[in-house]
């Protein structure tokens, strides 16, 4: 591994019982990186997401971050060390005010333990505006986030997680559902991670998203990694044809 990786994965395997769901897997996620899992229904993506999240142990094999060797990982040990999920469905609280669910759960409060509401409003506000791009004076920090499409909601997620210092942001299929526009405003979410300087790792049945944002693209096939490849060093084309042949024939 390079000094500068965010995240790697050695040899890692996870089984449930009789069945092998990832075997041998070598993954890294670089700083300031968006990778891209590609792979069929079945592949081990979100199983391998899982035992990035501390969700999952793995069987056997090791993960590093930022070069440090953890063992025993738990998801609030992955929080701490930058990992956050967005989920499509779970991201918001529907309810709640826009200001709310940014700060929810990680509330600013006054050096007198008073919750500081002022200044959750006026960072909703900048980070609207900002990060956000939410232009239009429909939306304020106060609005409710019911109306707000699938696109945006998952929008809010990635700026919060930003805003909190997330290292790693991973979206497992965020453009399911989504309309046309709203899977444009995602994929620009995504580039935003980037402009932060942080990584991701973005997961998505559709080539097309996937080979738009990703600086490397990973193909797992019936748990195991394919191939790697960097999206500067292959086509689309090339790559559709790379995921045909593996589909095929189990190898490059
Ligand atoms: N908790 C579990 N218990 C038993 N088997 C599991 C469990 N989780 C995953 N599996 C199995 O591991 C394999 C990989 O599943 P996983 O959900 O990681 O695939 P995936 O690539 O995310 O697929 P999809 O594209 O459908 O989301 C599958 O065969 C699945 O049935
Ligand atoms: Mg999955």
């Not at 409003?121 to 699938?150: N, Q």
């Not at 998505?204 to 797992?220: E, K, P, Q, S, W």
Request: glycine residues 10%.
């Amino acid at each position: 591994m390079t000094e500068n990786d965010r995240l790697e994965l050695r040899n890692i395997s996870k089984s449930f019982g009789e069945v092998h769901s990832l075997r041998n897997i070598n993954f890294r996620v670089g700083r300031n990186e968006v990778v891209g899992l590609l792979g069929d229904n079945g592949a081990g993506k979100s199983t391998l997401i899982k035992i990035i999240t501390g969700y999952h142990q793995p069987s056997s094999g090791e993960l590093y971050f930022n070069g440090q060797r953890v063992d025993h990982l738990t998801v609030p040990r992955a929080r701490e060390l930058g990992v956050e999920t967005v989920y499509q469905e779970r991201a918001l609280a529907d309810q709640q005010s826009l200001w709310r669910n940014i700060f929810i759960g990680r509330e600013l409060t006054t050096r007198f333990g008073f919750l500081d509401v002022k200044k959750m409003r006026a960072e909703t506000d900048r980070l609207m505006r900002g990060e956000l791009g939410f232009t239009s004076t429909a939306v304020t920090p106060d609005s409710s986030i019911k109306g707000f499409s699938g696109g945006e909601k998952q929008g809010v997620a990635i700026v919060r997680a930003l805003y909190f210092h997330a290292e790693i942001i991973i979206l497992d299929e965020p453009t399911m559902g989504l309309a046309l526009s709203e899977t444009r405003k995602l994929l620009n979410f995504v580039r935003e991670i980037k402009t932060a300087g942080k990584s991701c790792i973005f997961i998505d049945h559709n080539v097309f998203h996937v080979y738009d944002v990703a600086d490397r693209i990973v193909l797992l096939d019936r748990g195991t990694v394919a191939g790697e490849f960097r999206k500067a060093d292959l086509s689309l084309n090339e790559l559709l044809d790379k995921m045909q042949h593996v589909a095929e024939t189990g190898s490059l």
